[in-house]
């Protein structure tokens, strides 16, 4: 207490100064700049994992499914005539989960990076929420003297370990303009649409199951990896 000639009275803290409140805040600026950043690497490098586990989870099914299938890889296009054959459906059961499961935005079937672009466009679409982010090389698709597709034989693939299986992507036909109704990708329009990415590259499954990260999102779809290419990763017969 202070003292006072008749009363002793408590002392009162003096209030902050201005320069003391332009320091704080200053310390906190510092400190927003220095850790914003570093928690959103710690997300984007969170995702690139689960982005990875993804598609060796994929890869992985189609392995099983092949092994169950005579050595083959499951249809890439939907076929009224064997639905049950088609890709997203074929490998459900080798992750445990439903025949009749839809994908949703935060699973196994769609990347943390491209699947919040692509519910946004389906949402100003009108379009269902049941997604796929991963989507499969077109090249791979075997078709008989009809044009109907049947199932590629691994055996048919000449260089596994540098060969597609499977990427980020949902594209089709109509490019950009409209999400379409099924997943099989395009390698020459890689990036006619907008998106997410972990530092600006992309993953790819190999028909293996080894990874391989491209540091540029369209670099797999350009010289020397593009079909026909010296280094092509797309044909399944080089």
């Not at 003297?145 to 949902?170: F, H, M, Q, W």
């Not at 540029?216 to 079909?227: F, L, S, T």
Request: charged share 20%; hydrophobic share 35%; with cysteine.
């Amino acid at each position: 207490h202070c003292e006072h000639k008749r009363h002793p009275i408590p002392c009162l803290r003096q209030a902050f100064t201005l320069i003391e409140l332009l320091s704080a805040i200053a310390v906190i600026a510092i400190l927003g700049a220095i850790l914003i950043p570093v928690i959103g690497s710690f997300r984007a490098s969170a995702d690139h994992t689960t982005n990875v586990s993804n598609l060796r989870q994929l890869g992985a099914s189609f392995q099983l499914y092949a092994q169950e299938n005579n050595n083959t890889l499951p249809l890439l296009f939907h076929t009224n005539s064997d639905p049950a054959a088609y890709w997203r459906r074929a490998t459900l059961e080798y992750v445990e989960l439903d025949p009749n499961y839809h994908p949703v935005h935060d699973d196994l079937f769609n990347s943390p990076f491209l699947s919040p672009v692509i519910v946004e466009m389906i949402k100003q679409n009108g379009g269902s929420p049941y997604i796929t982010s991963y989507a499969v090389n077109e090249r791979l698709v075997i078709r008989n003297s009809e044009g109907v597709e049947y199932k590629r034989p691994l055996s048919s693939i000449t260089d596994p370990s540098n060969t597609v299986l499977a990427t980020e992507g949902l594209m089709g036909s109509a490019g950009q303009n409209r999400v379409p109704g099924y997943t099989v990708y395009e390698p020459t329009l890689l990036a006619n649409y907008p998106h997410d990415t972990y530092q600006g590259g992309r993953d790819f499954l190999m028909v293996d199951g080894s990874i391989r990260f491209f540091e540029v999102w369209d670099e797999a779809a350009k010289a020397p990896y593009n079909n026909g290419g010296e280094n092509d990763l797309w044909s399944p017969e080089k």
